[in-house]
């Protein structure tokens, strides 16, 4: 609905546009423009901020790390072709990327231009659709943070496709190990995560774009000791014994020092900088100290009455 007027225009969101006849009309900004603070829709001709690209990364590592969970956990230590599948899930996803930008404005650069983010209610402009009669209801619904609302989904669609374009036939020829149902489980599974993903940037986008710093701190930790717990990882020695091991140990470091430069956005690179000297201290710490919280010595002390 859009509503003539001869003053600025009502709500936080709609902005002033040419319509149909010629004549200046209240409604919501096309997309990829935004209302200034004199109430006009303007073309947002701003490049995202390294906060942006950082929560871009965030959320296109999402399914990738999905995709190489399930083929561990179908095949991992079933089939050779688990490391295939790795390399396969990683170029659908790089791949994906690549055509997102591709298409975006501008089109056919590996660059966007963007709507600057100034507060959480411009990832949810449907909630502030004013009433200026208090009896109709002026619909300025718009994507305020072009284009961080849509690439996201675009890229899980394009992820979709590639996935399902290249995994079926490579799993098809290369995981004979495996039963005809096995095989294609770590598809079945992102035929189950992709939807959740996407209904999770749909509804809680802006949420995530300012918690996923905390999110990355805090998951990266957790799935690291678990799997330090989970492998009887208690010494120097027994990290160091198989390489998949260590992969695993760098790609949380790796996670860590991505949630540090989230946070701290490196705004001042003398103060910042020096906090990614603690990425490795959560696993060290966890090797210094594992010995004493072993199930087994904490058991047979109790028994001794130590």
Not at 45 to 72: C, K, N, Q, R, S
Not at 167 to 179: E, F, W, Y
Not at 200 to 220: D, E, T
Request: hydrophobic share 45%; proline share 5%; glycine share 6%.
């Amino acid at each position: 609905m859009s509503v003539s007027m001869n003053l600025n225009c009502p709500g936080l969101y709609c902005g002033m546009k040419n319509g149909e006849n010629g004549s200046e009309q209240c409604g919501a900004c096309p997309r990829g423009e935004r209302t200034s603070i004199m109430k006009i829709c303007q073309k947002c001709m701003d490049t995202p901020e390294l906060y942006d690209w950082l929560y871009l990364g965030f959320m296109a590592m999402l399914p990738l790390v999905l995709h190489w969970f399930f083929i561990e956990w179908y095949t991992g230590k079933k089939s050779s072709s688990a490391l295939f599948q790795h390399i396969t899930a990683l170029f659908e996803c790089s791949a994906a990327a690549v055509v997102t930008l591709l298409v975006n404005d501008p089109v056919g650069e590996l660059a966007i231009r963007s709507c600057r983010v100034q507060m959480l209610s411009d990832w949810y402009t449907m909630l502030y659709n004013p009433s200026p009669n208090y009896v109709d209801t002026l619909h300025c619904t718009q994507e305020a943070v072009f284009p961080l609302y849509t690439i996201v989904l675009i890229y899980y669609a394009f992820c979709l496709v590639f996935m399902m374009m290249l995994r079926p036939l490579l799993v098809k020829k290369i995981a004979c190990g495996l039963g005809k149902t096995d095989r294609f489980k770590s598809i079945y599974a992102a035929l189950y995560f992709f939807p959740i993903l996407t209904v999770l940037q749909a509804v809680g986008g802006g949420l995530l774009y300012y918690a996923f710093p905390y999110i990355i701190l805090v998951l990266s930790l957790v799935t690291l000791a678990v799997y330090m717990s989970a492998s009887e990882i208690q010494s120097f020695k027994n990290l160091v014994a198989k390489k998949k091991r260590l992969v695993v140990l760098f790609s949380h470091w790796l996670l860590h020092a991505y949630g540090i430069i989230s946070i701290t956005r490196l705004d001042n690179l003398k103060q910042d900088l020096p906090l990614l000297a603690l990425v490795p201290g959560p696993a060290l710490f966890y090797l210094l100290t594992a010995r004493f919280t072993e199930p087994n010595r904490i058991l047979s002390e109790g028994g001794n009455g130590h």
